[in-house]
């Protein structure tokens, strides 16, 4: 069984120093295939061992083996995280469709939570692939369309309804949760809420309390929309029922 941990998480890795050239490229309009992964500061293009996830970072120390500048922390920091998720979703689904399209999903959430943070939007051209993959994802599996059609609506019409009344979300949130719909049931959508609106609440009050953000300031939701479906993913039917065994405990 380790063995195959041990090839989640180096899929992982790899597959998260992909998202790294998405993360960084595409929120700047610039092609994901050329020109060849290269220090932004002095345009070296990159050697093969260089290119080795993880491993690399730490051989390097953290900077450029040509001009010295530093990499930014954020490149091992996804490639841990998407390795881990990896070992994660392995150790959930095994290796099965579902577990395939659920890292598909996973990617989708780990890239525009790291472009969401820095640059205050979520790109359509990721949603677009997350939105693909979704549908091919429904058209593959025999789960009822209505349990889906309720999770999009309530998902989707919830926060497109907070968008519209109260303006404190942008769109880019709505159109992520309608995303996040087609890979999950209806009640793992509502989990996902949950958990988002209650992480994003502790984490805005950290921030405030901090005075890293003040009351005015913007803070991007889908971040927190992510992290609450992944953990919706791996236990979402766990918190539902403990949740409605609370409620029924009243
Ligand atoms: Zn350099």
Request: proline residues 4%; glycine residues 10%.
């Amino acid at each position: 069984m380790y063995v195959f941990y041990t090839f989640a998480f180096i899929l992982g890795a790899v597959v998260g120093s992909f998202l790294n050239v998405i993360i960084y490229r595409v929120p700047r309009n610039q092609s994901i295939v050329s020109p060849p992964s290269h220090c932004p500061c002095c345009g070296k293009r990159l050697k093969a061992y260089e290119l080795v996830p993880v491993a690399s970072y730490i051989l390097l120390r953290g900077r450029c083996s040509h001009c010295g500048s530093r990499i930014p922390v954020r490149y091992i920091a996804v490639e841990l995280i998407t390795g881990l998720s990896f070992v994660l979703l392995m150790w959930r689904f095994g290796i099965s469709v579902e577990g395939l399209f659920k890292a598909l999903l996973v990617c989708e959430l780990i890239s525009l939570s790291f472009i969401d943070a820095e640059f205050m939007v979520i790109p359509d051209k990721i949603l677009a692939v997350g939105f693909i993959g979704g549908i091919v994802y429904r058209l593959m599996d025999s789960a009822g369309v209505y349990d889906y059609l309720l999770g999009i609506l309530l998902g989707f019409g919830l926060l497109l309804a907070i968008v519209l009344i109260t303006g404190s979300m942008g769109m880019g949130d709505a159109k992520l949760m309608g995303v996040i719909a087609l890979y999950v049931d209806w009640k793992l959508v509502l989990a996902t809420l949950f958990l988002s609106f209650v992480i994003g609440a502790v984490v805005s009050l950290i921030l405030m309390a901090f005075r890293i953000k003040g009351h005015k300031d913007y803070i991007p939701f889908g971040p927190f929309i992510s992290i609450g479906a992944f953990v919706s993913i791996l236990f979402g039917y766990q918190i539902v029922n403990w949740y409605a065994a609370l409620i029924r405990g009243w």
